[in-house]
């Protein structure tokens, strides 16, 4: 299997049960839509299916499918890329309550990377599944709200890179104008002071001073903006 070379730090036991072919579009039901994220002005015409359609190609690829028949959930860790897989019931779960028939219902939430990361499969055409990481806190299609991994699974966990450094490409560092370096560079120096302080590893007076000097400076700075 193509996950055979890869290193588990979780495994469950595999899914033995036949997948039904409907589990990901069959509608939602009452107690589902319940665990909608409870933003009532997101439904403004309520919480019925009709509002909410499911992309009809919403399924889980063959590979993901073999990776839950060998270990239903668990973690799959290379170099400092992690991959926290959910279980076969668990993804709908997931895709449901962190909200994506609301935001983007052709994304389908498969793991976390550890840090608040979706890994997801990119549906919205009907073959070609790519896979795409997602902010659990900023879900859309918008080209800042996600970022393409690769094509298949063992690509994208063949990396051994933290999978945030993709979102480099999204966020990238602001460059500070030397203005901006400066206030920075004095608020680390405060704080660097505070700390000290608190260590007594800095005499009073030599505290106060540095204290007023760069808290003069933070002031000059401000009043120039």
Known sequence: MWFSKFTFFDKQPGLSELISEDFFTKPFAKEEFDNFPDIDSLYPNGKTSEYFPIPEQLRLPEECIELLRYSNGGGII???REFGFFSFETIREM???YGFPIWAPAFLPIAFNGGGK???YDLREKEGFP???VPAGNLGYDDDCWVFLGNTLEEVLSKTTNVEEELDILYPEKELSGKEL???QLRIELKELEENKTKNQIDLKT???SKKRIEADLKKLQENE
């Open 78 to 80: 290379n170099g400092e």
């Open 95 to 97: 895709y449901i309550n």
């Open 118 to 120: 979706f890994y997801a």
């Open 131 to 133: 896979i795409v990481l």
């Open 182 to 184: 400066q206030y920075k």
């Open 207 to 209: 505290y106060l001073l």
